[in-house]
């Protein structure tokens, strides 16, 4: 077993344990990849000034975000299908970001339900990523029930009106609904630890996976035709739709995928509580720009009225510096604990995490920097 001394070693290990299909869908880009790499160049451009002699012994990476204490401005970002990396691969997502001491966004579309994630982690930090269905009764009954379970933070993904343009996934025969193919049937026996480990586990047990939360009636298994017509996802989505969510959910409202300075302030106005600057990790318009060029201007214009959340990229600990030093108050990772969930399940992407930390912790000593607040002087 080669050593896993960072992200690049578990994305590469984690290639070799799943199906390609599933391990394209969830690595690359979309189109040309353009915006993969601009986002990248833009992180790897970043530096941070030291401030050397600075007589600190230890660092505290804990932080205050949206009114909770955390151990760290970390969050694991809300992946679709994560259940898919590993057998209840959302749960132990759960569990290990749980004992890290971050909070945990379950999509939409995961594979298990949020009950029966709430159930298996029932310390967990738990937020909720909201596609608003074109059935507004059942996108609010899916709130309740989220809300039921805890869930005291909604992510409403509002960079998403249509289905993106990855051609991978057609060329694997990966997609919704699953359609197999010589091909992807050929792919997953080439990964029989996969095979036996989660699709199998699955089929014994609640059969063919599917996204967990769709209403029993509507429940389409991922191999079915179509999705019913009530909760497809909204393309029509406005500011109009966040007000009303506003209106009908009690917690905290971050709106995710905000890149323009006018909509962060126009979420400021309709009364969200946070945005995610956020280009969806690359997976969406391909001439995006950079969450990293676009964060300062907004950090600016929304100061003390949004809290700001950062995705996108990161790979090092120091990324997650690089973002909170640009104006973030935290920031989400969607790849990276699936790597490590796929490497080793729950211990994974519990051991991904800490790394981070880690490399969070030794790079804020050479910085000379105590508190993680203290980065936003830093950057230079
Ligand atoms: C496999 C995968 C599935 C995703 N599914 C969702 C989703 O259901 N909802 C959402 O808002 N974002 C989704 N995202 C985007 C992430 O929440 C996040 O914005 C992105 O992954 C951050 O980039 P990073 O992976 O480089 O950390 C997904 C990302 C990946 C990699």
Redesign the pocket.
């Given at each position: 077993m080669p050593m896993l001394l960072n992200a690049d070693d578990y994305r590469s290990r984690a290639r070799q344990m799943l199906p390609r299909g599933l391990f394209d869908?969830?690595d690359r880009g979309t189109e040309d990849e353009t915006a993969l790499s601009r986002l990248r160049a833009s992180l790897d451009g970043i530096t941070l000034m030291p401030a050397v002699l600075a007589g600190h012994s230890e660092r505290d990476l804990d932080t205050t975000l949206l009114g909770a204490r955390i151990a760290a401005p970390l969050a694991v970002?809300?992946?679709?299908?994560?259940g898919l990396v590993a057998h209840d691969g959302e749960t132990k997502l759960a569990r290990a970001a749980s004992r890290v001491g971050i909070p945990v966004?379950i999509?939409?579309?995961s594979v298990t339900t949020i009950e029966t994630i709430r159930r298996g982690a029932p310390d967990a930090k738990l937020w909720f990523?909201l596609?608003v269905w074109r059935d507004r009764d059942l996108t609010a009954r899916l709130l309740e029930r989220a809300r039921n379970c805890g869930c005291d933070n909604l992510?409403v993904?509002a960079d998403?009106p249509v289905s993106p343009n990855r051609e991978y996934n057609q060329r694997n025969g990966f997609g919704i609904p699953f359609t197999p193919s010589l091909r992807s049937v050929a792919d997953v026996a080439r990964h029989p630890r996969w095979l036996l480990g989660v699709l199998m586990r699955y089929l014994l047990s609640e059969g063919i996976p599917t996204y967990g939360h769709y209403p029993a009636e509507f429940r389409t298994a991922i191999t079915r035709p179509s999705v019913a017509e009530a909760v497809r996802l909204e393309h029509r989505l406005s500011w109009d739709d966040m007000r009303w969510l506003r209106d009908v959910w009690p917690g905290r409202l971050t709106i995710?995928?905000v890149l323009a300075v006018k909509d962060a302030e126009t979420a400021a106005g309709v009364g969200a509580d946070a945005i995610?600057v956020?280009a969806?990790?690359?997976?969406n318009l391909d001439c995006l720009p950079a969450p990293a060029d676009c964060i300062p201007a907004i950090a600016a214009a929304v100061q003390g009225r949004l809290t700001v959340l950062a995705?996108?990229?990161?790979r090092r600990g120091t990324d997650v510096l690089k973002y909170c030093a640009l104006g973030a108050d935290a920031v989400?990772?969607?790849?990276?604990p699936?790597w490590g969930l796929a490497v080793g399940g729950e211990q994974g992407a519990e051991a991904v995490l800490r790394m981070i930390l880690r490399e969070m912790d030794t790079a804020m000593a050479f910085l000379g920097v105590e508190r993680v607040t203290e980065l936003k002087t830093q950057l230079r």
């Open positions: 869908y969830i970002a809300p992946t679709a299908l994560a966004c999509s939409t579309q990523q596609y992510l993904t998403t995710k995928g995610v956020s969806h990790g690359g997976r995705d996108s990229g990161v989400l990772v969607g790849r990276l699936l």
